[in-house]
Structures are given as structure tokens and as C-alpha cells.
């Protein structure tokens, strides 16, 4: 964890050691929220697909006649996870490439 926080801490001075203008600060700002904001929402997308498949699997295990139905219901829950990392990935964009800050 330490070696996580020191080089974030590390890439971060580089990019605030900007001329000194807050354009160029911002736009620092904005690449390093959209790189953990993106991050972030993919890490809680992973953990909810995989507790997702993991409570299917464990279904159809107990009873094997609900299994179709179950892999319905997971398929639409897994739209619905993945319909929020997109979410954020258009957000992140919008942050990088129409920035509302400036």
C-alpha cells in the first residue's frame, strides 16, 4: 500500500510542477481524477460481476432446474454493472477531453 501512495504522490508532483498557470494545473487535475475515478468504478465492477456469478454458480448448484432462469437474471445484473462503468468511462471523457473546468 505504501509503494501505491508514493507513486501516485510522485506522479502527481509531476503534474503539478506546471508553469504556474491554473490551466495547466486543472487539466493535471482532471487526467489524475479521471485515471482513479475510472479505476475506481472498474474495481466495483469486477467485485459485483464476480459476486454475481459466484451466488449463480452456487444457485444452480443447489437446485440445477433453476439454472436457465438464473442465467437470466444474471445476465440482466450484469448489464446493469457494467451499464455503471460505462457510465464512468463517459464521465471520464467528458473530464479529459470537454473539460467543464476550464
Do not use: C, H, W
Not at 54 to 69: D, E, H, L, Q, Y
Request: glycine letters at 12%; aromatic letters at 6%; hydrophobic letters at 60%.
Amino acid at each position: 500500500m505504501k509503494k501505491i501512495v508514493f507513486l501516485l504522490l510522485g506522479l502527481s508532483a509531476f503534474a503539478f510542477a506546471a508553469d504556474g498557470d491554473g490551466i495547466s494545473i486543472i487539466k493535471a487535475a482532471s487526467v489524475i481524477a479521471a485515471g482513479v475515478g475510472l479505476g475506481l468504478a472498474a474495481l466495483g465492477g469486477a467485485i459485483g460481476m464476480g459476486n454475481t456469478a459466484a451466488a449463480t454458480i452456487s444457485g444452480t448448484a443447489r437446485n440445477p432446474g433453476v439454472g436457465s432462469k438464473l442465467m437470466t437474471t444474471m445476465f440482466i445484473a450484469l448489464a446493469m454493472v457494467e451499464a455503471q462503468v460505462i457510465y464512468a468511462l463517459v464521465i471520464t471523457l467528458i473530464v479529459l477531453y470537454a473539460n467543464p473546468m476550464l
